[in-house]
């Protein structure tokens, strides 16, 4: 029972149990059982025989989904197909540095355009303002005094 987690679940229709059999000569020293339905392991992974190995049957184990295991592939499983002399073209550094300098500019782009679309909402202030106060008008001249008229002699 080593493999079980400690917050596994064991899963039954009808039942099951634990038997426990002596490694040496395979005798069966103890069985427990285990109720039908969905029962917690911590209470039998308690149980411990010296000397003897637990069998678990007709019970499903449920490892937690936080329960981290080791798992063995086996020889030549990190072999692959790809080629090994595979050396990559200047053309593909050239284009990753291309594909960077095109998502760069685009960057800047975009970043212009939302700085004018920021500057189009502001209201703007006329560059020659027409003054505000204004010049008083000129007064009109008075009109031509009569000339007296010439004394009789």
């Known amino acids: 029972m080593t493999n079980i987690h400690r917050k596994a679940v064991f899963l039954s229709a009808a039942g099951g149990r634990i038997d426990f059999v002596h490694d040496e000569s395979g005798e069966l020293l103890a069985s427990v059982a285990i109720p039908p339905g969905r029962i917690d392991a911590a209470p039998y992974l308690d149980i411990e025989i010296e000397g003897a190995t637990a069998e678990i049957i007709d019970v499903a184990v449920v490892n937690p989904r936080s329960a981290y295991g080791a798992v063995e592939y086996g020889e030549g499983s990190f072999d692959t197909a790809a080629n090994p002399e ?25 970043r212009l355009q ?28 008075p009109a031509p005094v009569p000339s007296p008229a010439p004394a009789a002699e």
Do not use: C, V, Y
């Open 86 to 110: 595979f050396q990559p073209t200047p053309a593909s550094a050239l284009e990753a540095d291309m594909r960077h300098m095109m998502r760069k500019l685009q960057g800047t782009e975009k």
């Open 114 to 141: 939302a700085r004018m679309a920021a500057l189009d909402t502001l209201e703007r202030i006329p560059d020659n303002p027409e003054p505000l106060i204004e010049a008083p008008a000129p007064s009109p001249e």
